[in-house]
C-alpha cells in the first residue's frame, strides 16, 4: 500500500491510461481483477472547457472503480486550470493527472504531452498552476525525454516534485521511442533516488515475474501496466497475488477469457450503446482471443460483426469449438 496524497491505493499495481481503451467499462473491468489504482484516457482541456459532448462523456467514472485518476492534458496554462478545476469540482475522480508523456504529434503540436519535456521551467509554472487550483492531489505521467539527446528526467521530476505533485509515474522511453525499443529502468531508478514523492514505474511490465523485479531493483512505489492489461485483465491479477504471495497463478482458460470478453462488451454497450460499442469490441475481442487456436477465422467473423447477438454467438461457437477439441485430444 502506498498513498497519493491523501488517496490510499491498496496495492502496487496501477492500469496506464491508455487512449481510446481506458473507458470505464474497461476499468471497471480491470479494477475487479484487482488493479490498486485504475487510470482514465486522457481527456483534451479545451474539450472540458468548451463542455465538448465527446468530451465531457470521458468524464464518466463508476463509483466501483475508484480509487481513480483521471488525466487530461493541454498546452495552456488557463485551459489546463481550467479543466483541472471542472474535475476537480465535478467528477468523482479521486486524482487528478496531467499527461506529459504522449507522443502523438497532433498532440505535441499542441505544445501538449511529451512537448514538455523539453522544458522543466514550463513543467514547474504548468503543474504548479493546477495544482495551487484544485483540492484533490495532482500527479504527473510523463517519458524520460525527448529523445536520446534531450533526457531532462531528473530536471522534470523534481521540477514536478516542486511544483506539489503528490506522485509521477515515469514510462522508460523517449518520446523519440513511441512504443518501440526497450523501456530504460535505470532511469526510472535515478528519479526515484532523487525525488521523495511517490514513483510508479512504467514500461514492458508484461508478467508477474517483470513487476516483482522492477520493484526490487529500481524501489519504486508500483508499477503501472499498460499493453500486457490489453484483453488480459488477468495479468493484474496474477501479478498482485504473486507480489503478495509469491504464488504464480495459473493463466485463464479459454471459455474464462470469453467470458470476460462478453462482461466487458455488456459494459461497453450500457456506456455507449450497441452501435458503437461492437464497433470497439472488434479490437478487445482480437486481444482476448490472442494466443487461442484457430483464433483468425474467428477474429474475421468478428471484424464483419454489428451487433451484440452476433457477436454473442461468434463467441460461444468458438468456445464449444475450443471445448470439442480438448474432449478430442
Not at 475508484?66 to 478545476?85: D, H, N, Y
Not at 519535456?117 to 495551487?132: R, T
Not at 461497453?268 to 470497439?280: D, H, P, R, V, W
Not at 494466443?291 to 468456445?319: A, Q
Amino acid at each position: 500500500m502506498f498513498k497519493i496524497g491523501d488517496i490510499e491505493i491498496p496495492n502496487q499495481v496501477v492500469l496506464a491510461p491508455m487512449a481510446g481503451v481506458c473507458n470505464s467499462a474497461f476499468r471497471l473491468t480491470v479494477k475487479e481483477f484487482g488493479a490498486g489504482l485504475v487510470c482514465a484516457e486522457m481527456v483534451s482541456d479545451k474539450g472540458i472547457v468548451n463542455k465538448n459532448k465527446r468530451t465531457m462523456k470521458l468524464l464518466y467514472i463508476d463509483e466501483e472503480e475508484k480509487p481513480m485518476s483521471l488525466q487530461i492534458f493541454g498546452g495552456e496554462k488557463q485551459t489546463l486550470v481550467e479543466a483541472a478545476q471542472f474535475v476537480d469540482q465535478n467528477t468523482n475522480a479521486d486524482i487528478i493527472d496531467i499527461n506529459m508523456g504522449c507522443p502523438v504529434p497532433k498532440i505535441t503540436k499542441c505544445d501538449a504531452g511529451s512537448k514538455w519535456l523539453l522544458e522543466p521551467d514550463k513543467i514547474y509554472e504548468m503543474v504548479s498552476a493546477v495544482v495551487d487550483s484544485v483540492n484533490k492531489p495532482v500527479t504527473v505521467k510523463m517519458r524520460t525525454g525527448w529523445d536520446d539527446q534531450h533526457i531532462y528526467a531528473i530536471e522534470n521530476a523534481k521540477a514536478i516534485e516542486s511544483a506539489g505533485a503528490k506522485a509521477l509515474a515515469l514510462h522508460g522511453r523517449t518520446r523519440a521511442q513511441l512504443y518501440e525499443g526497450i523501456a530504460d529502468w535505470d532511469i526510472v531508478k535515478q528519479v526515484k533516488e532523487t525525488i521523495n514523492i511517490p514513483v510508479i514505474g512504467n514500461g514492458d511490465i508484461s508478467t508477474p515475474q517483470d513487476a516483482k523485479r522492477r520493484l526490487e531493483e529500481t524501489g519504486v512505489d508500483a508499477v503501472m501496466i499498460g499493453r500486457a492489461a490489453l484483453g488480459n485483465p488477468w495479468i493484474i491479477y496474477r501479478t498482485v497475488k504473486y507480489l503478495e504471495t509469491g504464488e504464480l497463478i495459473e493463466e485463464p482458460s479459454p471459455s474464462e477469457k470469453i467470458d470476460v470478453c462478453k462482461l466487458h462488451m455488456k459494459r461497453l454497450i450500457a456506456l455507449k450503446g450497441e452501435k458503437t460499442a461492437i464497433l470497439e469490441m472488434r479490437k478487445h475481442s482480437a486481444w482476448y482471443l490472442k494466443g487461442l487456436k484457430g483464433n483468425g477465422k474467428v477474429r474475421k467473423r468478428i471484424n464483419e460483426c454489428e451487433t451484440e447477438e452476433g457477436l454473442i454467438n461468434i463467441l460461444e461457437d468458438y468456445t464449444n469449438e475450443l471445448e470439442a477439441r480438448v474432449m478430442v485430444s
